[in-house]
């Protein structure tokens, strides 16, 4: 029998449209139950995109009265955890929007509870279902390159948001860095295993909290990825992907963040030569039937017909999220931090 999806929407904000107009192409799914604080939101939403679904500000009520089985949750990064934990009490799956939690150790409880109700949480990372990423990931994976042995990343950008980010205190490592760090993770198939970083505020800076950051991670595999960014870079901005090199032991992997990635690798006749010749390889388009947001929207329900773990599941994210919240604890004490030691807080076990 196929499954049918009773989906609770748990914030309405703008974000939301994204998951909605995804829901509203499912022939399995029906939207039942529009959440927010203020219903006047939960209201707007559901005339925008002619819904009939039921306005709560109450989501345990919500999934009472509708008979939800899975929670969209695309509130603020502070009420995830507290709605991860309504929802999978309540017997839902969750698909959540970025961060996992604002916390690792609300990360960790997350993952712990998900595992005691036998429900799905997976994590909106959109960034991996870009086909250009998902080139380079299989240019690295071939072996075109051999065996990586530094990742880099770059990412300098000069956004005026106005708003909540100018007055964070760490607004690129919080808000932002999460992203190239998930990438870093699906470029390598590797995770992390101690960082170093410096977080900084350099002149210019319109923020009041630290706008930049210089981080190491060792990684998994023995290879280290390097990030660098900051968000008050005025002048020669990266894509928003960020710019990468992936170095390897035959060559090299390039991405600028906006076209095709390329690798540059030995010669066949540079054998004895000071400097080698390089050839050119073109990386092979990557085929998505959904892309973005959609595209990892579609691997959440695509997981749960298969009844397997997203590609995004908590469990995994984990490690993205120890990646920015150990990068922030190494610039905070001053020294390379391991990540099991974030990992093991609450008491769940590395896997």
């Not at 309405?12 to 203020?38: F, H, N, P, S």
């Not at 603020?76 to 934990?85: D, I, Q």
């Not at 630290?210 to 990825?225: H, K, L, Q």
């Amino acid at each position: 029998m196929t499954a049918h999806y009773r989906v609770a929407v748990a914030g309405c904000g703008a974000m939301a449209g994204e998951w909605i107009t995804y829901a509203l192409k499912r022939k399995d799914t029906d939207i039942v139950a529009l959440v927010d604080l203020r219903a006047e939101a939960a209201s707007a939403a559901a005339a925008k995109y002619g819904l009939t679904a039921g306005i709560y500000t109450d989501l345990q009520q919500a999934i009472t009265e509708t008979g939800a089985n899975l929670v969209f949750d695309v509130t603020v990064p502070e009420s995830h955890f507290a709605v991860a934990g309504t929802a999978l009490d309540a017997g839902c799956h969750v698909f959540s929007e970025k961060p996992l939690a604002a916390s690792m150790e609300q990360c960790n409880q997350i993952v712990a509870l998900a595992g005691r109700s036998g429900r799905s949480h997976a994590v909106m990372q959109n960034r991996r279902f870009d086909p250009r990423i998902r080139a380079l990931r299989k240019l690295v994976a071939a072996g075109t390159i051999g065996r990586p042995g530094y990742i880099g990343a770059s990412f300098f950008l000069a956004p005026h948001f106005g708003g909540f980010r100018d007055a964070m205190q760490s607004p690129l490592l919080l808000d932002m860095a999460i992203h190239t760090f998930d990438q870093a993770r699906l470029i390598s198939g590797a995770d992390p295993v101690t960082v170093y970083c410096q977080e900084f505020n350099p002149h210019g800076s319109w923020y009041a909290g630290n706008a930049a950051a210089v981080c190491i991670f060792e990684m998994s595999d023995g290879s280290v990825f390097s990030y660098q960014g900051s968000w008050c870079a005025e002048g020669a901005p990266t894509s928003w992907e960020a710019s990468w090199r992936i170095q390897g032991e035959k060559g090299a992997a390039l991405w600028d963040g906006q076209g095709m990635p390329y690798a540059e690798i030995i010669a066949p006749d540079s054998s004895g030569k000071f400097i080698h010749d390089y050839v050119r390889v073109e990386a092979e388009p990557a085929e998505l039937s959904e892309t973005f947001h959609h595209g990892c929207l579609a691997e959440m329900f695509l997981s749960l017909k298969e009844m397997r773990p997203a590609e995004t599941d908590c469990r995994d994210n984990r490690y993205s999220m120890a990646m920015v919240f150990g990068a922030l604890e190494s610039a905070r004490c001053g020294r390379k931090v391991e990540i099991a030691e974030l990992l093991d807080r609450a008491g769940v076990p590395v896997v």
